[in-house]
């Protein structure tokens, strides 16, 4: 009896930390402090006892991105320097030492029931962004856009459409779920997995990311190229991809003809125009340029983002540049790092026949997202550091073919 009240509590609290992180209403509410309070409160009473308090050496990688971060970058401001940093940093990170806790607690019961809840909760938020997209096509970015209007965002999140983040997210858990369909012997679990990965698709082909389609496509191709140990398929999968670089103008044409008049047609006509020669960089080209150059001129310690620098530090649009720009190499090297080293604790348990097949494609998306995107969004972090590992450890694909 005593061990069924346990096995609530905890699934109770670890779906409202869930909810947290992936339900739009919630996140409206609940700000960053106090997400890293419901977070620090769970490790305190359920990680420590479970997973030990070693766990959080993965933190002193973090140590010299931060102090940078406080005494260069932001001339020793404990609040937004120092304060606000490590809390990001913390909820980014957080989800690997849940998901330890869950993968130490060793109850199937639990590791069930918040996989199921967390795709759940998933998959109605993508629902829900779904059902508006058919009078909004481009709702998903106009609710990360500083230009929309403040009521009708308010109103979007309340009703549960979500933006780039479970945009982001999307595409990543469509490797996870193509890895299970292709590995898996299970026939349901192969349909169930079939069904999430066309709607996980659906939602990249239809947020209104350029960035993510064409990342996500890369990376399934690279999946593909990993899963199968047959040389003549691999040599297939190589002609297919040159055929398809050598195609690239037709096969861009025809995809702007398909989105027609939106985001995604406007960057496919900007790229089509650049390779053709005849295109101009676009204003976030020309962000990211500057970064980089900046990044080369004070490559060791970044510089002061409070000054003319902080409007490029804001519309870099890529976590790793941003970072760069106000940290340097060093600094956002140790920012890579800590959250690398979170994800291979994450992982350091899963079997190689499922996971080592996606694990190079799923790194990859993340990092080529956070080059070209931003990713501090609470819900590709959760995806990444917790519900791909719960979905790999999920008792259901022990029988792989």
Same mark, same amino acid.
């Given at each position: 009896?005593?061990?069924?009240?346990?096995?609530?509590?905890?699934?109770?609290?670890?779906?409202?930390?869930?909810?947290?992180?992936?339900?739009?209403?919630?996140?409206?509410?609940?700000?960053?402090?106090? &997400?890293? *309070?419901?977070? #620090?409160?769970? +490790?305190?009473?359920?990680? %420590?006892?479970?997973? !030990?308090? @070693?766990?959080?050496? =993965?933190?002193?990688?973090?140590?010299?991105?931060?102090?940078?971060?406080?005494?260069?970058?932001?001339?020793?401001?404990?609040?937004?320097?120092?304060?606000?940093?490590?809390?990001? &940093?913390? *909820?980014?990170? #957080?989800?690997? +030492?849940?998901?330890?806790? %869950?993968?130490?607690? !060793?109850? @199937?019961?639990?590791? =069930?029931?918040?996989?199921?809840?967390?795709?759940?909760?998933?998959?109605?938020?993508?629902?829900?962004?779904?059902?508006?997209?058919?009078?909004?096509?481009?709702?998903?970015?106009?609710?990360?856009?500083?230009?929309?209007?403040?009521?009708?965002?308010?109103?979007?999140?309340?009703? !549960?459409?979500?933006?780039?983040? =479970?945009?982001?997210?999307?595409?990543?858990?469509?490797?996870?779920?193509?890895?299970?369909?292709?590995?898996?012997?299970?026939?349901?679990?192969?349909?169930?997995?079939?069904?999430?990965?066309?709607?996980?698709?659906?939602?990249?082909?239809?947020?209104?990311?350029?960035?993510?389609?064409?990342?996500?496509?890369?990376? =399934?191709?690279?999946?593909?190229?990993?899963?199968?140990?047959?040389?003549?398929?691999?040599?297939?999968?190589?002609?297919?991809?040159?055929?398809?670089?050598?195609?690239?103008?037709?096969?861009?044409?025809?995809?702007?003809?398909?989105?027609?008049?939106?985001?995604?047609?406007?960057?496919?006509?900007?790229?089509?125009?650049?390779?053709?020669?005849?295109?101009?960089?676009?204003?976030?080209?020309?962000?990211?340029?500057?970064?980089?150059?900046?990044?080369?001129?004070?490559?060791?310690?970044?510089?002061?983002?409070?000054?003319?620098?902080?409007?490029?530090?804001?519309?870099?649009?890529?976590?790793?540049?941003?970072?760069?720009?106000?940290?340097?190499?060093?600094?956002?090297?140790?920012?890579?790092?800590?959250?690398?080293?979170?994800?291979?604790?994450?992982?350091?348990?899963?079997?190689?026949?499922?996971?080592?097949?996606?694990?190079?494609?799923?790194?990859?998306?993340?990092?080529?997202?956070?080059?070209?995107?931003?990713?501090?969004?609470?819900?590709?972090?959760?995806?990444?550091?917790?519900?791909?590992?719960?979905?790999?450890?999920?008792?259901?694909?022990?029988?792989?073919?």
């Amino acid at each position: 009896m005593g061990r069924r009240i346990g096995n609530i509590i905890f699934i109770a609290y670890s779906l409202l930390i869930a909810s947290c992180y992936i339900l739009p209403q919630l996140q409206y509410y609940v700000n960053i402090q106090i &997400l890293a *309070i419901l977070t #620090f409160i769970f +490790f305190t009473i359920f990680g %420590i006892k479970q997973i !030990g308090i @070693k766990q959080l050496n =993965i933190l002193i990688w973090s140590i010299p991105f931060l102090m940078i971060f406080f005494i260069v970058s932001k001339s020793l401001d404990f609040k937004y320097g120092l304060l606000h940093p490590a809390l990001l &940093l913390w *909820i980014t990170i #957080f989800p690997a +030492f849940m998901y330890k806790t %869950i993968e130490a607690r !060793g109850s @199937k019961v639990e590791h =069930i029931v918040l996989l199921i809840s967390i795709l759940s909760l998933i998959c109605m938020v993508i629902l829900n962004t779904i059902s508006v997209m058919h009078d909004n096509p481009t709702i998903a970015r106009e609710m990360t856009s500083s230009l929309t209007d403040e009521d009708y965002l308010r109103e979007m999140k309340l009703t !549960g459409v979500g933006g780039f983040g =479970i945009s982001y997210a999307s595409g990543l858990l469509v490797l996870c779920c193509l890895t299970v369909v292709l590995n898996t012997r299970l026939k349901n679990v192969r349909i169930i997995s079939s069904i999430l990965c066309l709607l996980f698709l659906y939602m990249v082909f239809n947020a209104q990311f350029t960035t993510l389609i064409i990342i996500t496509i890369a990376c =399934i191709g690279v999946l593909m190229y990993k899963q199968t140990n047959k040389p003549h398929y691999k040599y297939l999968i190589i002609v297919v991809f040159i055929l398809c670089l050598i195609m690239v103008p037709v096969i861009l044409q025809q995809v702007i003809a398909i989105y027609g008049d939106s985001p995604v047609s406007d960057n496919l006509i900007r790229l089509y125009n650049n390779l053709a020669g005849i295109g101009k960089d676009s204003q976030r080209d020309i962000y990211r340029n500057n970064c980089i150059e900046l990044m080369c001129d004070s490559p060791f310690w970044g510089r002061n983002v409070d000054g003319e620098y902080q409007y490029l530090y804001n519309h870099a649009h890529s976590t790793i540049l941003s970072y760069g720009l106000a940290t340097g190499f060093v600094g956002v090297g140790f920012y890579l790092m800590t959250l690398l080293k979170a994800f291979q604790a994450s992982v350091s348990n899963l079997g190689l026949p499922l996971f080592g097949k996606s694990c190079f494609p799923i790194i990859l998306y993340y990092l080529l997202l956070s080059f070209f995107n931003p990713t501090n969004s609470l819900e590709i972090n959760f995806v990444f550091f917790l519900t791909i590992p719960l979905i790999y450890n999920c008792s259901f694909f022990n029988k792989l073919s």
